[in-house]
């Protein structure tokens, strides 16, 4: 199942501004993402690793929770959303 991310866990990933993801995405310069949930962009590992090639940026996995050297854990079918990491503690 494919892990989706908010807007905000872009620009973690990324290690830019909110505002910056946003004005790449708004001004067209980046795809649009294809989804959205309660008008929430949820964007894809696949528009993360498209949008850090733009930005010669090495995409930060770590920040968001996600371990890259470990196997993804079974998700449950459907589309959810994770907490995000402010929440949890």
Do not use: C
């Amino acid at each position: 199942m494919a892990q989706y991310y908010l807007l905000g866990d872009f620009a973690k990933i990324l290690k830019r501004q909110l505002h910056q993801i946003a004005y790449l995405v708004t001004t067209g310069q980046v795809p649009e993402p294809e989804k959205r949930i309660a008008n929430k962009r949820l964007i894809t590992e696949q528009d993360v690793l498209s949008v850090a090639r733009r930005l010669k940026a090495e995409p930060d996995w770590y920040v968001v929770g996600r371990d890259v050297d470990v196997g993804e854990p079974e998700q449950p079918e459907g589309l959810t959303l994770r907490a995000s990491r402010e929440r949890l503690s």
